[in-house]
């Protein structure tokens, strides 16, 4: 097994370890805001209030990254590690002041900006718990050892960290808070800043200690017991809300999936069908809305009486059926059968459309089949056309027909005659005129319009 200190020299920086002066330089550079560090600050809380207010997680992410709060944050811990009061004095100053002008500019963008929906970005900085804990101690730990470290390795670290930890959506979260007089965002954003503040500096405390950075001032026992004193308090004040937090959110994400489990396999009911399921895990209540013939008492007894298998017997079960088609009214009957008369016409009107077309088809067809049969009986005819003459006032008579028949030569009298004698057959009998016509060339101006039965 591998000896404790030979497995702390694999965690130690080594030659990427920065000189302890050089560190803290850095970090007390970072500690003060005023000029470009003032700009960039406000700057960043107007991005990041925008990203909130359009549900942008880019814009928010974008706003992170450029956001200087992190120094004041890690001087406090590093200061406290190296017992340099000053700095610690400072970095507090510094970040009462940024967070008095981030909120401010937040709150007051919130209240001019048209849109007032609280989206998702917002609401998630609004419930902080023991997860958020880990994650702000875990990047300032990253942050203070990418600080610690040479210049390669700094590169992509404190981004990262700045992205992870979040520190500028809770402050603009808070201002929005303050704009729409909701309190309960207002302290649930501020608590989530401070355990991000309060985790990054501790991170930075003890990473300065492990690294060994000289003290500022002479060994003083009651202040380092003092210093050790405070930092539990302000640890144990920070952390245990969390920790009751993430316990009401584990029972909240209990309750929601046995719920939809009770949902999945006890709410199936015949002729009804499930249109709309609430979970509500904070009240403790499930919510049904079925559209069908109706849901009877006794059946929403028994549905209720099994919450208790799925482990949620408190759970309160509201069953409506006010889609039920049993309930509808008579206004609503009449209007549904007036709908359902109109439906019935317009197939009536589509059928009597249907036989129309299809009877003009069929005419279409009969008459090309007259003319195809009429070419084949009579070499020299090229065309053969059959059409309805207005019909006449006598209701009693039949339409009478005229035929067109083109040769291409005029045919002689046995022709003609052989043709009526055709038409007769196939008209079966009805009145007609006849007009025998020839190509130009041939024709020299003869018609020889008849009248024929």
């Known amino acids: 097994m591998m000896p404790l200190d030979r497995l702390l020299n694999y965690l130690r920086l080594g030659v990427d370890a920065e000189e302890p002066q050089k560190a803290m330089e850095a970090i007390s550079a970072g500690v003060v805001f005023r000029g470009t560090n003032l700009l960039i600050l406000v700057f960043a809380i107007l991005i990041a209030s925008v990203g ?39 970095s507090l100053k510094n970040i009462a002041f940024a967070v008095a002008v981030s909120v401010a500019t937040s709150a007051f963008y919130f209240f001019i900006s048209p849109l007032s929906e609280a989206h998702s970005e917002i609401l998630a900085r609004t419930s902080p718990t023991i997860w ?8 300032g730990f990253a942050g203070i050892i990418a600080v610690a470290s040479k210049e390669k390795v700094r590169g992509n670290v404190v981004p990262g960290v700045a992205i992870a930890t979040a520190l500028m959506p809770p402050l603009c979260t808070a201002g929005y808070g303050l704009a729409h007089f909701n309190w309960s965002y207002f302290a649930g954003a501020m608590y989530l800043f401070l355990i991000n503040s309060v985790f ?29 004193r405070y930092t539990t308090v302000i640890v144990l004040v920070t952390v245990v809300p969390s920790i009751y937090l993430a316990y ?38 499930i919510s049904l809305t079925y559209l069908g013939t109706g849901i009877s008492e006794e059946i929403q007894e028994e549905m209720r009486s099994r919450l ?37 016409d317009q197939r009536v009107l589509l059928g009597r459309l249907g036989a129309l077309t299809d009877s003009l088809s069929h005419i279409r067809m009969r008459r090309e089949q007259i003319m195809e049969e009429a ?33 291409k030569q005029y045919p002689d009298t046995a ?18 005129e006849v007009a025998i016509t020839a190509d130009p060339a041939e024709e020299k101006g003869r018609t020889n319009p008849r009248k024929r039965k």
């Not at 309160?316 to 008369?341: C, F, H, N, P, Y």
């Not at 004698?421 to 008209?427: F, G, M, T």
Request: glycine share 6%; proline share 5%.
């Open 375 to 407: 070419i084949a009986s009579h070499p020299g005819l090229r065309w053969l056309a059959v059409a309805d003459l207005p019909a006449p006032d006598s209701a009693s008579m039949k339409h009478p027909k005229v035929v067109t028949a083109h040769f």
């Open 308 to 344: 208790a298998i799925y482990g949620i017997p408190d759970a309160d079960l509201q069953i409506r059926t006010g889609l039920s088609l049993a309930e509808l009214d008579e206004e609503q009957r009449v209007k549904d059968e007036g709908m359902q008369r109109r439906l019935d």
């Open 415 to 432: 022709e003609i005659a052989r043709l009526e004698n055709w038409l007769k057959v196939k008209l079966k009998g009805q009145q007609y």
């Open 200 to 228: 990054i500096s501790i991170a930075a405390l003890f990473t300065v200690r492990w690294l060994g950075y000289p003290v500022r001032i002479l060994e003083n026992a009651q202040l380092a017991k003092n210093i050790r």
């Open 248 to 285: 009401l959110l584990v029972k909240e994400n209990t309750f929601t999936h046995k719920a939809e489990e009770f949902i999945a396999y006890e709410c199936t009911v015949p002729r009804n069908f499930l249109m709309e399921r609430k979970i509500d895990p904070k009240g403790k209540s």
């Open 52 to 90: 909130l207010n359009v549900n942008s997680t880019a814009v928010v992410i974008g706003a992170m990254l450029i956001s200087p709060l992190m120094g004041p944050i890690m001087g406090v811990g590093a200061g406290l590690g190296v017992m340099d009061l000053w700095l610690v004095r400072r």
């Open 132 to 139: 958020d804990v880990l994650i702000a101690l875990s990047g």
